[in-house]
Every structure is written in structure tokens, then in C-alpha cells.
């Protein structure tokens, strides 16, 4: 299967945008078209790119004419969330009945009742991660908090034995590493690092669950091997919990420290005089960790009078359709305060995130954890490069060295 070097999307990013700079920052290129080429064909990519919210969103609902299957020819995964997925049947890349099949077993699990049930091993979580800071004046915050948290609350939702949690640690880094440079070899080490991870967190996943099964525990694991998909489809959903919410969770994160510092408000969502959840909703609206999704056109379909056929392939930009004007006011400017809203950083219709209120769980808990413990910030946003995958940062280097926690 190839793998995506696209950091806003899915494949090779479109032209205007492949630069860091553009990476970084493609809301300009975004205005451009939403007003002037809504939804637009880019010969070279071989995909519809469709940027205004109420397009973005008929796509993503529509599931009769607009599949989420991946494609026959290329394999690629049809979204960010699910980049690096081995060809293993999971919901996100089914349409109903499969589709309901899949993840009607474990909807339950995510609603926000259950999940506010997990918040105290969040925390938990959450102060380990952040003991390991005291004393170090300096460090990353995105190595050091908003990757290492993700994976290691999935690993205790899914009951990963904590003997192995380093091992597992190790396999979700290489599925989701990138290339050190553009050589052949460095991008061959790494596609080879990934698939071997892959296969041998596939057979521990295997075995876990033929342990599991029939048992009573209320992990993850236990609650696949006791439903009615297929051993296959149960590593599936496994590995998929791993690739679809880790680096979504650690680029959330990483944007709304970003994004705090960038607009001087980190102090007000200390003291509270900014309301720190609603600063999440709008971190994931401006700054959305998924810019866009693939669908492929099961049926002509005309979309704003351009005629999509049968087999065209689209990119739905949820960024674009973020800070569209027709559906947000002031949509460039970073506004907490903003009621309501309604952004579809999480996708909408079936594929709805799955994790999405354990994300925002999990980024209150973090944030809150992060800035109550370090009551002085000081974040270096001078030489800010794009994590190439999603949207969001390689590093963010961090002071808080005259801090007085
Ligand atoms: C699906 C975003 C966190 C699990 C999606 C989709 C988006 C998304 C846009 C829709 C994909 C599509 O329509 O093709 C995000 C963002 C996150 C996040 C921005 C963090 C800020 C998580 C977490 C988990 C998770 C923490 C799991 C623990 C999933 C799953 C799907 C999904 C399983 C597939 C749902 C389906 O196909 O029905 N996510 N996600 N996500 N996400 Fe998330």
C-alpha cells in the first residue's frame, strides 16, 4: 500500500500549498478557491478538490453516491485519520450495511456517558506525563506531551499489560514516522520500518484477543474478541484506534498551545477568563488536525454545475470549509467565544470520528493538567515546520523555566 507524504491531506498536497509555508498556512489559497473555483478540477492530482462548506458536508453525508472505500488501483487510505492502515476491513473505509457492522459494536463505548467514565484515567495519565517534565526547564512540548499522551491512553482503553507499553509505544511511533529526508533509502526504511511494526502488532493484537475472549474485562480488546467480527476485522479495529487517534489527538493539542501563544491568550485560559473548552472547539475550527478526506463518486453526481462522474475522485477540504464565510463570521480570526460552533473538524454522516469526544476530553484534561502545572509559558513559534502527516507542527520548543510549579 503507498503511503501519504501529504501534510493537509491525503496524497500529494495540490501545488499552490506543497511548500512548508503553504502547509502551514493554506487558508489563503483556501479563500482563493472557495470563492473563485468552489469545486475544481486539478488534472495533475486527478481528484475534484471541493471547499465550501455546504459541498463539503452534502459529500461527507451522502454515502450512496460518495463511497469511502479506498480505490482499487491506488490503496490509499481515503483520509488522514486513517493513514498507514494495512488493507484490513475497518469502518472507515466501508459504507453501510458494512459499515454499521463494523462500528455498531463499539459506538456505545464512545458515546459521551462511557467516556466521561475514562476522564480519571485520563488524568492519571495525564500527571505522569507531566511529573516527567518537573525540573526540565526546557523541552518539546510536542515529544514530550501531545505524542506521548494519545498513545498511552489507548493503550490503557484497549488494556495493553503495562510491561509491554514501551514495545507498543515503539510500534505506534514507527506506523506513524516519516522520513528524515527525501532519498530513496531514508523513505524505503521507513516504509519497511512501519510494515514490520505493523505485522507484529497485528499478531500480538491476535493474541491478546484470542486470550480475551469470553472474558469479562471491559477493555477494548476484551469487548472485540466477544463481538461478531472476524478475527481480521477485530486487529482491523485495533490498529485502527491506534492510527486514527493518536497523531489527530497530539495535533490537537499541539495547535491550541500554538495557537494560545500565537494570540496571547494563554494566560486567560489559565485563569479561566477564556473558556478553555470552547477554545478547543475553535482550535479544531481553525486550525483543524484532518484539513481534508477522500471520497470516490459511486454515481454521477453534479455538484455546484460541474458534472462528477462515476469513479472521479474527490478531496473534501474540511479546512477550507472551516473558515468558510458563508458559514462563520470573522472565520479567519481565532474567536473562542464563537456560539455555535459548528465546525466539521470530526467529519459528519456515518464516518463521523468515532473518538471525538474522547479527544476533547482528552485535550481539557491535558491542557488543563499542562497549564496549571507551568504557570509560565513561553513558546517558541519562530521557526514553526509542519509535521508532515496531518496539520500541525514537527516541534513546538518550550520554556517554562521561570515557572512557579
Ligand atoms: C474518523 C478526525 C481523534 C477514532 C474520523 C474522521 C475525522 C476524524 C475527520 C472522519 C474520517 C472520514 O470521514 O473518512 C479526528 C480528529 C481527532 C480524532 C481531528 C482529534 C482531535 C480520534 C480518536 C479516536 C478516533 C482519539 C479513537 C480513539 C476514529 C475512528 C474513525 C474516525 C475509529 C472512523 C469512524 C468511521 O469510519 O465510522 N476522525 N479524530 N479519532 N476517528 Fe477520529
Redesign the pocket.
Known amino acids: 500500500m503507498q503511503s501519504s507524504d501529504s501534510v493537509v491531506g491525503v496524497g500529494r498536497p495540490p501545488e499552490p500549498i506543497r511548500s512548508p509555508e503553504g502547509q502551514l498556512s493554506p487558508f489563503g489559497w483556501y479563500a482563493e478557491m472557495r470563492e473563485e473555483r468552489p469545486v475544481h478540477y486539478d488534472e495533475q492530482r486527478e481528484t475534484w478538490d471541493v471547499f465550501r462548506y455546504d459541498d463539503v458536508n452534502r459529500v461527507?453525508k451522502d454515502h450512496v453516491s460518495f463511497t469511502?472505500k479506498r480505490s482499487a488501483e491506488d490503496g490509499e487510505p481515503?483520509?488522514g485519520?486513517?493513514e498507514g492502515m494495512p488493507m484490513l476491513q475497518t469502518?472507515?473505509t466501508t459504507d453501510p450495511p458494512e459499515?454499521t457492522r463494523l462500528?455498531g459494536f463499539v459506538d456505545e463505548r464512545?458515546q459521551p456517558g462511557s467516556i466521561r467514565e475514562y476522564r480519571p484515567q485520563v488524568e492519571r495519565v495525564t500527571e505522569a506525563v507531566l511529573d516527567d517534565l518537573e525540573g526540565r526547564g526546557q523541552f518539546d512540548f510536542v515529544d514530550e506531551v501531545a505524542i506521548s499522551l494519545?498513545v498511552t491512553v489507548?493503550a490503557e482503553?484497549l488494556g495493553i499489560p503495562a510491561e509491554r507499553r514501551d514495545q507498543f509505544k515503539a510500534w505506534s511511533d514507527a506506523l506513524v514516522a516519516r522520513p528524515e529526508d527525501d532519498s530513496q533509502e531514508e523513505r524505503q526504511r521507513v516504509q519497511d520500518a512501519r510494515q514490520q511494526a505493523q505485522r507484529e502488532m497485528g499478531r500480538y493484537f491476535g493474541s491478546l484477543l484470542q486470550e480475551r475472549e469470553g472474558g469479562t474485562a471491559d477493555d477494548l480488546i476484551t469487548l472485540a474478541a466477544n463481538s461478531a467480527l472476524n478475527r481480521g476485522e477485530q486487529i482491523g479495529f485495533c490498529m485502527?484506534?491506534l492510527l486514527?487517534?493518536?497523531i489527530?489527538?497530539t495535533?490537537?493539542l499541539t495547535n491550541a498551545i500554538w495557537t494560545f501563544e500565537e494570540e496571547g491568550l494563554t494566560d486567560a485560559v489559565r485563569q479561566g477568563a477564556v473558556d478553555l473548552e470552547a477554545a478547543i472547539e475553535e482550535t479544531?475550527r481553525y486550525r483543524?488536525?484532518?484539513q481534508s478526506?477522500?471520497r470516490i463518486a459511486l454515481e454521477d453526481v453534479e455538484l455546484r454545475g460541474r458534472q462528477i462522474q462515476a469513479g472521479d475522485v474527490l478531496t473534501v477540504w474540511?479546512g477550507a470549509a472551516n473558515r468558510d464565510p458563508a458559514r462563520f463570521d470573522a472565520p479567519e480570526e481565532f474567536r473562542p467565544e464563537r456560539q455555535p460552533n459548528r465546525h466539521i473538524?470530526?467529519?459528519t454522516?456515518?464516518?463521523?470520528?468515532?473518538?471525538?469526544h474522547?479527544?476533547r476530553m482528552?485535550?481539557a484534561v491535558a491542557l488543563n493538567g499542562f497549564l496549571e502545572r507551568f504557570d509560565r509559558l513561553d513558546a517558541d513559534l519562530w521557526n514553526c515546520q509542519p509535521l508532515n502527516g496531518l496539520y500541525g507542527l514537527e516541534s513546538l520548543p518550550c520554556d517554562v523555566s521561570e515557572t512557579g510549579g
Open positions: 461527507l469511502a481515503s483520509s485519520a486513517d469502518m472507515i459499515h462500528r464512545f494519545p489507548i482503553l485502527l484506534l486514527a487517534g493518536n489527530t489527538t495535533n490537537l479544531l483543524s488536525p484532518i478526506l477522500k474540511l473538524a470530526f467529519g454522516g456515518v464516518h463521523f470520528c468515532l473518538g471525538a474522547l479527544a482528552e485535550a
